[in-house]
């Protein structure tokens, strides 16, 4: 492994990953790191019509902490809302295999899903991973089966009609993780914030992990 490869693996604490997996991450990681050295002004309301080759990825810190949570669980049924380029994604993808689950991911642009795929089969993760393209919310009413963890990371408004949407169809134990829950603050994740800590059976509390993560527990009565 060389000696850039070795300082990403020791910032994540890769080493117990497999050298696919290393290697896909680490293309990520150098597309990351410039993305972050040349910010760009968003466009207003952070949309450009699906033009969009940021990433705007959860990071390694964040990456690592979704893998570690999953890996607590047993064959779960993962349900990632805002695929992008992938990234989060094969970090639950790899703990989706560690641990006998699979994660359905779903996106609204078809290029980016595209791409997420190509790296997941070259991470050798795609078997693991079922992509959707489409409206999260539509999507995830049309689910069969409920879901053992949610990772919510996609646009700020969407995140309240998501949550109704997945919260009949949490298993009991499920976790939720949500991104972007201190910077940026935006009122609607602060709604997000409210309304989750507000539902039945729900337990949560706010980390200052990457972004801010907003981790939630969902125990049946």
């Given at each position: 492994?060389?000696?850039?490869?070795q300082d990403h693996a020791a910032l994540v604490g890769e080493h117990r990953l497999d050298e696919?997996?290393?290697?896909?991450?680490?293309?990520?990681?150098?597309?990351?790191?410039?993305?972050?050295?040349?910010?760009?002004?968003?466009?207003?309301?952070?949309?450009?019509?699906?033009?969009?080759?940021?990433?705007?990825?959860?990071?390694?810190?964040?990456?690592?902490?979704?893998?570690?949570?999953?890996?607590?669980?047993?064959?779960?049924?993962?349900?990632?809302?805002?695929?992008?380029?992938?990234?989060?994604?094969?970090?639950?993808?790899?703990?989706?295999?560690?641990?006998?689950?699979?994660?359905?991911?779903?996106?609204?642009?078809?290029?980016?899903?595209?791409?997420?795929?190509?790296?997941?089969?070259?991470?050798?993760?795609?078997?693991?991973?079922?992509?959707?393209?489409?409206?999260?919310?539509?999507?995830?009413?049309?689910?069969?089966?409920?879901?053992?963890?949610?990772?919510?990371?996609?646009?700020?408004?969407?995140?309240?009609?998501?949550?109704?949407?997945?919260?009949?169809?949490?298993n009991a134990g499920a976790v939720i993780v949500a991104d972007n829950m201190i910077y940026p603050?935006?009122?609607?994740?602060?709604?997000?914030?409210?309304?989750?800590?507000?539902?039945?059976?729900?337990?949560?509390?706010?980390?200052?992990?990457?972004?801010?993560?907003?981790?939630?527990?969902?125990?049946?009565?």
């Amino acid at each position: 492994m060389s000696n850039d490869k070795q300082d990403h693996a020791a910032l994540v604490g890769e080493h117990r990953l497999d050298e696919k997996v290393l290697d896909i991450l680490h293309s990520y990681h150098r597309r990351i790191d410039e993305e972050r050295s040349n910010p760009r002004r968003e466009a207003p309301g952070g949309r450009d019509g699906g033009h969009d080759q940021r990433m705007r990825a959860v990071g390694p810190e964040t990456g690592r902490f979704l893998n570690i949570l999953v890996r607590g669980l047993t064959a779960p049924t993962i349900l990632e809302l805002g695929t992008s380029f992938g990234y989060s994604g094969i970090w639950l993808a790899e703990a989706a295999r560690a641990t006998g689950g699979k994660l359905i991911t779903m996106e609204v642009h078809g290029y980016k899903s595209a791409y997420a795929q190509a790296m997941a089969e070259k991470a050798g993760l795609a078997e693991y991973i079922d992509f959707r393209v489409g409206d999260a919310v539509t999507m995830i009413r049309e689910l069969r089966g409920k879901v053992d963890f949610v990772l919510v990371d996609l646009w700020k408004d969407l995140y309240l009609p998501c949550l109704e949407a997945f919260y009949p169809k949490l298993n009991a134990g499920a976790v939720i993780v949500a991104d972007n829950m201190i910077y940026p603050a935006t009122e609607d994740v602060k709604i997000y914030a409210r309304a989750i800590r507000a539902k039945p059976g729900i337990t949560s509390v706010l980390l200052p992990v990457g972004s801010g993560l907003e981790v939630s527990r969902y125990d049946a009565a």
